[in-house]
């Protein structure tokens, strides 16, 4: 039962990386990522989301941010504020590819900055009511780069 | 004086590291009967959880002999990208929590310190409508003689209600520094002379834009700022706020025994629980205080450990006479 899984303690698993298949042609790749938080976070908490495979930036309008039974653009994503990034099951990002990614090893540089919708750094709850102009929440880099395996073709 | 208090364990302190069925276990074999969840962490689909998930959590409270104190939720000010939450809508979120708070048979609902007195004024004919007490966690850097403690104190005088209050984490009373912070800090390159300044200037209550220019003239790297700034640096007071304590007693439902760790002689790092137990004892309140396992940031000691070590300070204290 999915209550009952152990969450991941990092955002790409081993087999985080595969290829995307669409009548029996890969025109793409999957990247699933799980929240390394400790918290789920809306949606719209994610300020920047990147990727860059094999050191080649993917143009954000290529993939397709998939969670929750529904798949969005990245430019959607500010607006979802209630749609959850929760900690157990990961985004599955999909990026259109005409080849997808060769079997073997693969360098992923994954951005994500979240905004901590909770923390504003440097004011405290005195002056936090006052102040409803400035909106200064703790950002969080989630950033990172790893090598990650595509099992098969 | 009589104890009447009981204690309970957060699921939070063991981050994610076990299941909730495998935490409920871990807190019977413990000793304790009760425990509290942080819903955004361990309770799929929150803020608006299954009824799967209903029937899985009670299921597990019937199964193992344990209850859930508190259903604990987010203010989360800042989730739109546009502007903060107003406070109709921090209301609409807190009542959402307060709704699953009773659905998961809970006693007490945690609000964060985002939702101001006259929100929380507004939630309380709701709380007793559904039979939960809707709280407002006091957590570091706030104390409870802050003037926003202050703020919900009148409230609560006003509105006369037994089903809103406060929820007091032990961390806003600690009177030092997390040691294992200054020592990883020091490890990693601030030096001593900058650690002395900035630990002198907020024992001296100094704002910390003076803190930062003082240390920059001394040399500060843009490390030692960001220790200075960082959120768990600077949460503590000189002298804990034990007469502010005294002060709030009347209106708390709920406490978090927050603590990061021990001594080489078994006595808490930072937090002076042997001058704080005492206080709410002998007010002779009779709820809960749960313990609340911080010290994952710092150390690789066994969550399990260190709560089994808090319980058994915390009995020890609150048996003893004055």
Redesign the interface.
């Known amino acids: 039962?999915?209550?009952?899984?152990?969450?991941a303690?990092k955002a790409i698993h081993d087999d985080g990386l595969s290829n995307y298949c669409v009548n029996g042609k890969v025109i793409g790749y999957i990247l699933k990522v799980y929240l390394n938080y400790?918290?789920?976070l809306?949606l719209?908490?994610i300020?920047k989301l990147a990727l860059t495979v094999d050191g080649k930036a993917v143009d954000s309008h290529n993939i397709t941010f998939c969670i929750n039974g529904k798949r969005f653009m990245i430019s959607q994503l500010?607006?979802l504020?209630a749609e959850?990034w929760?900690?157990?099951t990961p985004a599955e990002l999909i990026v259109m590819s005409p080849t997808g990614l060769s079997k073997g090893d693969h360098e992923v540089t994954f951005t994500l900055i979240l905004?901590?919708?909770?923390?504003?750094?440097?004011h405290?709850?005195?002056t936090?009511?006052k102040d409803?102009k400035n909106?200064e929440?703790?950002r969080w880099d989630n950033s990172g780069t790893m090598t990650v395996t595509v099992l098969e073709k | 004086m009589v104890n009447k208090i009981k204690l309970g364990v957060r699921v939070f302190s063991f981050r994610n590291t076990k299941t909730l069925e495998d935490a409920i276990k871990t807190i019977v074999k413990i000793g304790a009967d009760a425990f509290d969840v942080t819903a955004s962490m361990t309770i799929k689909g929150y803020p608006w959880p299954s009824e799967q998930m209903i029937e899985y959590v009670t299921g597990l409270c019937s199964q193992y002999k344990v209850k859930l104190i508190s259903y604990d939720g987010n203010v989360d000010l800042g989730m739109r990208c546009d502007r903060r939450l107003t406070e109709d809508e921090m209301f609409g979120y807190a009542l959402n929590d307060i709704y699953y708070a009773h659905r998961f048979g809970a006693e007490v609902h945690r609000i964060q310190w985002l939702l101001p007195p006259s929100v929380l004024a507004r939630l309380a004919p709701y709380a007793e409508a559904y039979d939960v007490k809707a709280g407002v966690e006091i957590h570091s850097p706030l104390i409870p003689s802050s003037p926003a403690v202050k703020a919900y104190v009148r409230m609560f005088e006003k509105a006369k209600s037994n089903y809103i209050g406060l929820i007091p984490d032990f961390g806003s009373l600690a009177d030092r520094p997390i040691k294992f912070f200054v020592d990883d800090a020091m490890r990693t390159g601030t030096k001593t002379e900058i650690m002395d300044c900035m630990i002198d200037g907020i024992n001296n209550k100094l704002p910390e834009s003076r803190i930062e220019k003082q240390i920059r003239k001394m040399g500060a790297t843009e490390q030692d700022v960001a220790v200075l700034h960082h959120p768990m640096f600077h949460q503590w007071e000189a002298e804990s706020d034990l007469e502010g304590l005294k002060d709030i007693l009347p209106y708390c439902i709920h406490f978090h025994g927050k603590f990061f760790g021990f001594d080489e002689d078994g006595n808490d790092i930072n937090i002076p629980v042997g001058k704080i137990l005492p206080i709410i004892r002998d007010f002779g309140y009779d709820g809960y205080i749960a313990s609340e396992y911080e010290g994952n940031k710092f150390t690789s000691a066994d969550p399990v450990d260190q709560i089994v070590k808090q319980r058994a300070l915390y009995q020890k204290i609150l048996e003893s006479c004055d």
Do not use: H
């Open positions: 039962m999915a209550e009952n899984q152990i969450l303690p400790y918290r789920s809306e719209s908490c300020e500010k607006d504020f959850y929760s900690l157990e905004r901590v919708p909770y923390i504003i750094p440097g405290t709850i005195d936090m009511w409803f909106q929440f703790w």
